[in-house]
């Protein structure tokens, strides 16, 4: 029997690749053990159980961006994490660590070198984040999402999907979604989304704008948010909601989606192969910009500037893409091409390798 650690979490983009690659270890192997670490902290802590797989702790261990008091104690607080997780490998005979991000995985590819235990590592980011930059040096395998991400010795799996989005026949579940949503099968729907939480500049760029978004003979479907106090103007052919959570047929209704570019986003468009406009949040290290690139370069989706993202914009650059259906079915035909919904088994067909070369 063979035992699996999962490390990562933190976030959504770090904890749903892990899940994803933990149901697909398990449904392969029902008799594994296929345990995941993580930090009390984070989203994992909640995650993890409710999907019923036994969460093992290591102290969250932020690394210091500046020379303070915290850096000062940084590396006993990291030491001491690290041997947290290399008492877990010894108790719990792990025969391989996977790597997803996040302030578990630092000590573990640190805790799996000293153990003599191979690991891998997968970036969902194309801009990779610190704990898996350090990793790569002695992975037996890095996996990233995105081509061009820089990650020695990187080879493109894509991104392990949520099950419902990998089996997701679109053109089946239309109806059903269009009567789930309150709009016609038959005609246009842009779909506009920012998230789980929303993204206010989306928002307000649509409540300036659906009128011509409807007055182009599309349908708008709109997900605000849960924060948003954006107001539903109740009007035929614009369904807004604050939360779904039925994505899915959210998606089987989209003949083109307005949505901000993180990684999971990115990555469930592409593979469902629907054509985009993509608004980057401008916070942070730029990744989003970067998530969108590969999709951007091959024709599949087309890139706005968060900055100077307004109705008017909506106005000059997504209404006549909306009049224009030879360019969107040339979108839709680019799509289909750039993205993967193999992404799990991709990942696991890498651990298996390290797993072989380890033996």
């Given amino acids: 029997m063979t035992s699996y650690l999962l490390a990562g979490g933190g976030t959504a983009g770090h904890v749903n690749p892990l899940l994803a690659v933990a149901d697909g270890l398990r449904e392969r192997e029902p008799d594994a053990a296929v345990l995941v670490l993580g930090t009390k902290e984070g989203l994992e802590a909640r995650l993890v159980p409710q999907r019923g797989y036994e969460l093992l702790i290591v102290d969250k261990v932020p690394f210091p961006r500046r020379p303070n008091s915290q850096a000062i104690g940084f590396p006993a607080r990291f030491g001491r994490a690290v041997r947290q997780v290399r008492q877990h490998i010894r108790a719990r005979d792990i025969d391989v660590v996977v790597g997803f991000g996040g302030y578990a995985s630092a000590p573990a590819y640190i805790a799996a070198r000293r153990e003599n235990v191979p690991f891998v590592v997968h970036e969902a980011n194309?801009?990779?984040?610190?704990?898996?930059?350090?990793?790569?040096?002695?992975?037996?395998?890095?996996?990233?999402?995105?081509?061009?991400?820089?990650?020695?010795?990187?080879?493109?799996?894509?991104?392990?999907?949520?099950?419902e989005i990998v089996a997701l026949d679109r053109a089946a579940h239309r109806a059903e979604a269009a009567e789930a949503f309150?709009?016609?099968?038959?005609?246009?729907?842009?779909?506009?989304?920012?998230?789980?939480?929303?993204?206010?500049r989306l928002n307000e760029a649509l409540a300036d704008s659906w009128g011509?978004?409807?007055?182009?003979?599309?349908?708008?479907?709109?997900?605000?948010?849960?924060?948003?106090?954006?107001?539903?103007?109740?009007v035929p052919g614009y369904t807004m909601r604050r939360y779904v959570d039925r994505m899915d047929l959210a998606f089987s209704l989209a003949d083109l989606i307005l949505s901000r570019a993180g990684s999971a986003t990115v990555s469930e468009i592409s593979a469902l192969g629907i054509?985009?406009?993509?608004?980057?949040?401008?916070?942070?290290?730029?990744?989003?910009?970067?998530?969108?690139?590969?999709?951007?370069?091959?024709?599949?989706?087309?890139?706005?500037?968060?900055?100077?993202?307004?109705?008017?914009?909506?106005?000059?650059?997504?209404?006549p893409l909306l009049a224009d259906r030879d360019r969107i079915s040339a979108i839709a035909a680019a799509a289909e091409n750039v993205g993967t919904r193999t992404g799990t088994e991709n990942v696991i067909?890498?651990?298996?390798?390290?797993?072989?070369a380890g033996a």
Avoid at 131 to 157: D, H, I, M, Q, Y
């Fill in 349 to 356: 067909a890498m651990i298996d390798r390290a797993l072989r």
């Fill in 126 to 163: 194309a801009r990779p984040g610190l704990a898996n930059r350090l990793g790569t040096g002695a992975a037996a395998g890095v996996g990233v999402a995105f081509a061009g991400t820089p990650l020695k010795n990187s080879e493109v799996v894509g991104m392990p999907l949520r099950r």
């Fill in 182 to 200: 309150g709009l016609d099968a038959t005609r246009p729907v842009l779909l506009a989304f920012g998230g789980s939480l929303g993204a206010q």
């Fill in 212 to 234: 011509d978004v409807l007055a182009a003979g599309w349908q708008l479907l709109h997900i605000t948010g849960e924060r948003s106090e954006l107001v539903d103007p109740q």
């Fill in 275 to 319: 054509p985009a406009v993509y608004v980057p949040y401008a916070v942070g290290n730029g990744e989003q910009r970067l998530n969108a690139a590969s999709a951007v370069a091959a024709g599949a989706a087309i890139l706005l500037d968060d900055r100077t993202f307004t109705g008017d914009t909506v106005r000059a650059d997504v209404i």
